[in-house]
């Protein structure tokens, strides 16, 4: 190697700002169970593992230096270090910059976020290989790709630099080498490793040895993957230890699904529904996070295994006769592929359900921080729109979360819809005029305020035979369901109220597609409401996307015939009253509906100076 090329590799590397930052919270951290660093570098060494058994089938030379596939975890009390050695795929120089010194995942940048807000997460959340600086005031990473003769040695003391040399090693695979600080001679303990071995690794589906001085390492660990016993051989500690592993979470996952399909494919499942949402759920390049084996030989990560919208879901899928040299280009297309994907989505919202019905205090947690992904798919999953409307869970003007079949239940006599709103904030929603009738009535509305509730109405034909119907859209039909207290039918209202909805229209003009008489107002005097296609929410979301070719439309103005001041308006109207203060109440009643929609009146001087004219008028 020339001079050239040595300085180069020489010369320190700055870590990536976030790196940088999560390796402060790790060298200055005070956190109490920090058994969490050993958990993390085996999750990486078995990783390692499984990549290079992967390789191994097409290129078994790989395998040829050390056929075994193992962990070792080596303490040295006398130089105070203690290293991790995988003989996994190891890795390059390249590699080795890339891998040690950014982040590459989204979950991680968006710990280093919420943990520099002041927020304890490392317990809850796996920090990887960064980790290891809770423990070590030095890392040295001495690491050799399979099929390569030369290694490479990486090294910091988490400062903000790293420096990357040539190294020597035998064979393939990587060595992390720790060197300790003062307060964490306990991990030089082989005891104390093995506790924490048995605790949180034992799962590992390859033999973690302990050379403890003596003259040959002992394996302290099973090496039985999970997921290959049978359901009733797994304990609950069993489980949170591997959903521990796979997710990095510290917490009991909330719902286990652990089964074996046998018949035309055979496979086994274990998938978990976490109890605490990830940091990363709504980053738009998060994917689903099964992992897919064949007889238990890695393949990938991101095969696609479940549908986006239940890309919390956690856990394995191990085939028993997929081909083992299935690419990752082919997983796309593979109908073996697509017909387990169909299987299991089915599965897990089936399990969903039985959670709904036989832990219904569990499921509500489950739907508290998931819901507004699950309901993704009622919009991008029509095969299984009816098994997600029999779980989801709607936030309504009487409960903060029902089911599609108990509404329906409570259904009032001689009502045929299923009535909603859709809006962008529930407090806001529940206070909207267009709700007065139905609350009038008795009837419950759905409050629909996630972003993807304004796109899968539109599609849904509806359920149990009962179709959506928005409350903000078209004519009120409610003539055929009483008021609970209706009162006394005022037969010349209507008349009286024509000449004022003349007279509005007039001073309206096209600001309004038509002004007329509510069938869904009793305390507002106005509201609007959509007269075309879309809903009003759905067109407001819309004309923000560029491209989207959406504008808003103008709307209905409707006016309540019972309330005092469109009585008043009524009466000046009806005696052939024009003034100004006519076109500036008309206006007036425009931009108060706007207001009672959460929306900035269009005109703010115009607002003002009619607001003058009125009270003005109004104290002379």
Known sequence: MGKAARKKI???????????????????????DRDVFLRELISNGADALD??????IKKPKLLADTPLLSIVIAPDKKAKTLAIADSGIGMSEDELIDNLGTIAKSGTQAFVEKAGQGLNLIGQFGVGFYSAFIVANRVEVVSRKAGSDEAFMWASDGAGTFTVKPAKKATRGTIITLHLKDDASEFLDGRKIERVVCAYSDHIGHPIMLADGKEDPTQINTANAIWTRAKADVTPEQHKEFFGHISGAYADPALTIHYRAE????????LYIPAERPLDLYDPERKGRQKLYVKRVYIADDAHLLPAYLRFVRGIIDSEDMPLNLSREMLQNNPQVAA???????????????????????FAKIWEVFGPVIKEGLYEDMAHRDQLFEVAKFRTTKSAAVLLKDYVAGLKENQTAIYYLA??????????????????????????????????VRTAMGFDGKPFKSVTQGAADLDLIPLKDAPE?????????????????????????????????????????????????????????QDS???????????????????????????GGRSISLADAAQLLL??????????????????????????????
Not at 429 to 441: D, F, V, W
């Open 549 to 575: 070719g959406v504008r808003v439309s103008a709307p209905v103005l409707e006016i309540n015939a019972d309330h005092p001041l469109i009585i008043a308006l009524s009466r000046v109207a009806d005696s």
């Open 423 to 456: 809006g962008e904030d529930a407090l806001k929603a529940s206070a909207s005029p267009q709700l007065e009738g139905y609350k009038a009535r008795d009837i419950e509305v759905l409050l629909l305020t996630d972003p993807v509730d304004s796109f899968w």
């Open 10 to 32: 020489d010369r320190p590397h700055e870590f990536q700002a976030e790196v940088a930052k999560l390796l402060q919270l790790m060298v200055h951290s005070v956190y109490s």
């Open 51 to 56: 990549k290079l058994r992967y390789e191994a």
């Open 340 to 362: 387990i994907r169909k299987a299991v989505t089915n599965k897990v919202l089936n399990e969903l359900k039985k959670c709904a019905r036989n832990d219904p205090e569990n």
């Open 263 to 270: 018949g035309r494919h055979e496979y086994t499942v274990l």
């Open 489 to 545: 039918k005022n037969d010349e209202a209507d008349g009286v109220t024509a000449k004022l909805i003349v007279a509005m229209k007039e001073a309206l003009g096209v600001q309004v597609k038509d002004v007329r008489n509510s069938k869904r107002l009793t305390d507002s005097a106005v509201c609007l409401v959509a007269d075309g296609d879309l809903d009003r929410t759905l067109e407001k979301l819309l004309s923000r996307q």
């Open 591 to 620: 931009d108060q509906a706007q207001v009672l929609e959460g929306e900035p009146v269009t005109d703010p001087t115009g607002f003002a100076q009619r607001m003058s004219r009125v009270m003005t008028k109004a104290l002379m």
